[in-house]
Structures are given as C-alpha cells and as structure tokens.
C-alpha cells in the first residue's frame, strides 16, 4: 500500500508538474507567433513606407519638370509675343507708308476717274494688306501652338510614365 500511495503521489506531482509546465509552454508558443506577427506587420509597414517615399520622390520629380515646363512656356509665350509685336509694327509702319503715298495720290487726283481709280487702288492695298497680314500672325500662332503642344505632350507623357512607375512596383 504504501507502494500504491507512492505511486499516486508521484503521479500527482507529475500532473502537478505538467499543469505547471502546459501554460508555460502554450504562452512561449503564443508569444514565438505574435513576435512572428508583429514582424512581419512591421515588414510590410516598412514596405509600404518605402513605397510611398518612391512616389514621393517621383512626385517631386514631375513637380520639378513641370516648373522648368513652365518656365520653358514663359519663354515660349514671350517669344510669341515679340514675334507677333514685330509683325503688327512692321504691318503698321508699311501702312502708315502706303497711306502717305496715297496722300500724296490723293492731291494728284484731277478728275473724278482718278478718284475712283485711286478708291479702287486703295480697297485693294487694304484688302492685300489685310490677309498678309493675317497670314502671317496665323503661321506665327500655328508654328508657336505646335511646339507649345509637342513640349506638353511630351511632359504629359513622361509625367504619366513616371506615376505609374511606383505603382507597378
């Protein structure tokens, strides 16, 4: 009996033990698979910051090009400008040439037919006058609006390109 009694004090203190040891264990298991958790959060966390700075970066890379764009069309613009200011000065000043020889036609004038031939001489001056110079702002416009239009696709392009980078990443 006292076999017995030894027995079955040995087998409580085993369980004694191994109810000690069970909680031990499942909190060491527990705590290895929240670490493993945590680590991997911070993983894709760090993953995601990494990510978002590329954009970032690519975002201030487009903002960049797009000042130096704009600076680029200030240029352009003031180019147009002078270009179409040079053309009205130089339309004005061959009018006010014309004119003063039709002043001096005008005075020349002894009949009624010379005036009708001068009125005549006159709507045709001014009609020429009017589609050259027409023309020519119109080709100054056309030529300036293609190589505005050919800078801000190409920028529009890059910009996109550069966008989607990132995000295929």
């Given at each position: 009996m006292?076999?017995?009694?030894?027995?079955h004090?040995n087998?409580?203190?085993?369980k004694?033990?191994?109810?000690?040891t069970?909680?031990?264990?499942?909190?060491?298991k527990?705590?290895?698979?929240?670490?493993?958790?945590?680590r991997?959060s911070?993983?894709n966390?760090?993953?995601s910051?990494?990510?978002?700075?590329?954009?970032?970066?690519?975002?201030?890379?487009?903002?960049?090009e797009n000042?130096?764009?704009?600076?680029e069309?200030?240029?352009m613009?003031?180019?147009i400008?002078?270009?179409?200011?040079n053309e009205?000065?130089?339309?004005?000043?061959?009018a006010?040439?014309e004119?003063l020889?039709l002043s001096?036609?005008?005075f020349?004038?002894?009949?009624y037919?010379?005036?009708i031939?001068?009125?005549?001489?006159?709507?045709?001056?001014?009609c020429?006058?009017?589609?050259n110079?027409?023309?020519?702002?119109?080709e100054?416009?056309?030529?300036s609006c293609t190589?505005?239009l050919?800078s801000?696709q190409?920028?529009?392009a890059l910009?996109?390109?550069?966008?989607?980078?990132?995000?295929?990443?």
């Open positions: 006292a076999k017995q009694a030894q027995k004090t087998a409580v203190s085993l004694k033990h191994d109810s000690a069970q909680p031990a264990k499942f909190i060491q527990a705590a290895g698979k929240t670490f493993e958790i945590e991997e911070a993983e966390i760090l993953r910051a990494e990510n978002y700075t590329r954009g970032a970066v690519e975002c201030m890379s487009v903002c960049s000042v130096s764009a704009l600076a069309s200030g240029n613009s003031s180019f400008f002078r270009n179409m200011s009205i000065i130089k339309n004005c000043n061959q006010i040439s004119s020889e001096r036609d005008i020349a004038c002894r009949r037919k010379d005036m031939e001068l009125q005549n001489k006159v709507a045709q001056q001014l020429d006058s009017y589609f110079t027409g023309n020519k702002l119109r100054i416009v056309f030529e190589d505005t050919e801000i190409g920028r529009v910009a996109s390109e550069q966008f989607l980078r990132p995000l295929a990443a």
